[in-house]
């Protein structure tokens, strides 16, 4: 069985900076995709960013350049350092892990990020 924990989120105003943190075990784990999701009030969950064993990354249009996603593979914890916040990317973020070679999805239970205008 797969647990995650996050960590990291709270409020900030626009422009500030944010990072999560999504640590999974036990640490005898080994992980292949991961990915950080967002969900706001009324809007469905959406991809914000995704990282491959190997460190390829994908970030959603609205992130780029602004968020970066890391993995510590040695830990089983994925980072996600938020800059230049926006209000609009106010919303509970999840982590999704799977372990290596599977595609069963685990979630961590979420964390809330609010940036104030």
């Known amino acids: 069985q797969v647990q995650l924990v996050e960590s990291g989120g709270g409020l900030v105003q626009a422009g500030g900076s944010l990072r999560l943190s999504c640590a999974a075990s036990?640490?005898?784990?080994?992980?292949?995709?991961m990915g950080w999701y967002r969900q706001a009030p009324g809007k469905q969950r959406e991809l914000v960013a995704s990282?491959?064993?190997?460190?390829?990354?994908n970030y959603a249009d609205s992130v780029k350049g602004r968020f970066t996603i890391s993995r510590d593979n040695a830990k089983n914890t994925m980072y996600l350092q938020m800059n230049s916040l926006k209000p609009e990317d106010t919303a509970v973020y999840y982590c999704?892990?799977?372990?290596?070679?599977?595609?069963?999805?685990?979630w961590g239970q979420g964390t809330q990020v609010t940036v104030s205008s």
């Open positions: 036990p640490n005898s784990l080994s992980l292949g995709y």
């Open positions: 990282i491959g064993r190997l460190g390829i990354t």
């Open positions: 999704n892990v799977r372990r290596y070679g599977s595609t069963f999805d685990y």
